[in-house]
């Protein structure tokens, strides 16, 4: 029989067991968190202080202490690479941008080219030269005479047709022509070509007569008489048939340097390209050599149209109606044959050719061809 200590004690040990399991599985969690804790760099279960990082790792105060962080990702890790003034893991070394001048990982600040598609460390930025041109650093300048640029630049910067250099700033270009840009200095340093109004350059030719040419228009130019008669020729033809301008005198026709023609001209003044030249009934022209074919189109529609008014206008006409028709059937010639640009030149300035034309196309805007060939006859009809 049971003494009632006995049963005492056993009731007193029910009541407690709950406590004492509880206290156990607590003891276990315990165990299983502590061993659960293991560094992230050594690979050690953890006990006492750990470090965790912004990413969550869990590290060891052994290898915290130790080891280094990486500036980039925040990771601890055994070894990093030092970059300007950054510490990084080989992670993120590989996976960083580069610059696009020294190939360093970019790191802190760095400028952009947007459109050239370039990234550039601050140190290239602040110590690289720079393209004069598009003043974007670079690594390998290309000098061209007292300027720098870069290839870029230079496979894309037109060049002085006189001397080659980059065309950085102002240029000039003649008779409308943009394919052949001239630098500053040459248009100051070299005499002008006689033909274009372009510097002749260091290889332009001087004529007898003092005039220059370029090269280009040397290379085009026409100087034998027989080489000129088939320009003659169909410029005659087309005042002929096209204009219906007949002309009943004979006259000379011959090139001439420029002091011969300005001895003729006598009171005109200036450049003279061409001469209609009267000595009572006896008509000649004088036409200078060393002209291109627009030129010579131009001179000889010009001093043709001087014969046909000898024969069919007042003597009286003033300056600006004289020069202005002859004007007029050189700017028809010229686009006849496939001038239009050369043709609209003669519209420029104001001088007494420029206004005499202006007016003549103004005439034959309201009235026609007929209308100019009426007022230059004093046709009150």
């Keep these: 029989m049971l003494s009632i200590n006995y049963l005492k004690r056993t009731k007193f040990l029910k009541a407690r067991l709950p406590i004492i399991q509880i206290a156990f599985i607590i003891l276990?969690?315990?165990?299983?968190?502590?061993?659960?804790?293991?560094?992230?760099?050594?690979g050690r279960d953890i006990s006492g202080t750990y470090f965790k990082s912004t990413s969550g790792e869990v590290y060891c105060e052994s290898c915290w202490k130790s080891h280094s962080v990486c500036s980039q990702c925040g990771k601890l890790v055994l070894s990093t690479i030092a970059v300007n003034g950054a510490n990084l893991c080989r992670d993120c070394y590989a996976r960083m941008e580069r610059c696009s001048l020294c190939g360093e990982p970019l790191v802190g600040n760095y400028t952009q080219y947007l459109k050239l598609g370039l990234k550039v460390c601050s140190k290239c930025e602040r110590e690289k030269p720079?393209?004069?041109?598009?003043?974007?650093?670079?690594n390998e300048a290309i000098k061209i005479g007292d300027i720098v640029l870069c290839q870029r630049c230079a496979e894309k910067t037109e060049r002085c047709h006189c001397c080659g250099e980059p065309l950085l700033s102002n240029y000039t270009f003649?008779?409308?022509?943009?394919?052949?840009?001239?630098?500053?200095?040459?248009?100051?340093?070299?005499?002008?070509?006689e033909d274009c109004g372009a510097p002749s350059g260091p290889y332009g030719t001087k004529l007898d007569d003092g005039r220059y040419l370029?090269?280009?228009?040397?290379?085009?130019a026409y100087f034998e008489p027989g080489m000129v008669t088939s320009i003659k020729?169909?410029?005659q033809s087309f005042i002929n048939y096209n204009m219906g301008m007949t002309i009943n005198h004979q006259f000379d026709f011959s090139l001439q340097g420029q002091d011969f023609i300005k001895r003729k001209?006598?009171?005109?003044?200036?450049?003279?390209?061409?001469?209609?030249?009267?000595?009572?009934?006896?008509?000649?022209?004088?036409?200078?050599?060393?002209?291109?074919?627009?030129?010579?189109?131009?001179?000889?529609?010009?001093?043709?149209?001087?014969?046909?008014?000898?024969?069919?206008?007042?003597?009286d006409m003033s300056l600006e109606d004289q020069e202005?028709?002859?004007?007029?059937?050189?700017?028809?010639?010229?686009?006849?044959?496939?001038?239009?640009?050369?043709?609209?030149?003669?519209?420029?300035?104001d001088d007494a050719y420029a206004r005499g034309l202006s007016m003549m196309l103004d005439i034959e805007s309201k009235g026609g061809p007929k209308a100019v060939f009426d007022a230059v006859r004093g046709d009150k009809q």
Excluded at 28 to 42: I, P
Excluded at 326 to 349: E, I, P, R, S
């Design 214 to 220: 370029c090269p280009d228009c040397r290379r085009i």
């Design 130 to 138: 720079r393209c004069q041109k598009c003043s974007v650093p670079m």
């Design 324 to 349: 202005g028709f002859a004007q007029w059937v050189a700017y028809k010639a010229l686009k006849y044959f496939n001038n239009d640009d050369f043709a609209a030149l003669l519209t420029h300035g």
């Design 265 to 315: 001209a006598k009171d005109i003044h200036g450049d003279i390209n061409g001469l209609f030249y009267r000595r009572g009934d006896d008509f000649s022209i004088y036409v200078l050599y060393g002209l291109r074919e627009k030129d010579l189109i131009r001179v000889i529609a010009h001093e043709i149209s001087h014969a046909w008014q000898a024969e069919n206008c007042p003597k």
């Design 28 to 42: 276990l969690l315990c165990s299983a968190v502590s061993a659960g804790l293991r560094c992230q760099l050594c």
């Design 233 to 235: 020729q169909k410029v």
């Design 174 to 193: 003649f008779e409308g022509n943009q394919a052949a840009k001239y630098c500053d200095k040459c248009t100051a340093r070299y005499p002008r070509c």
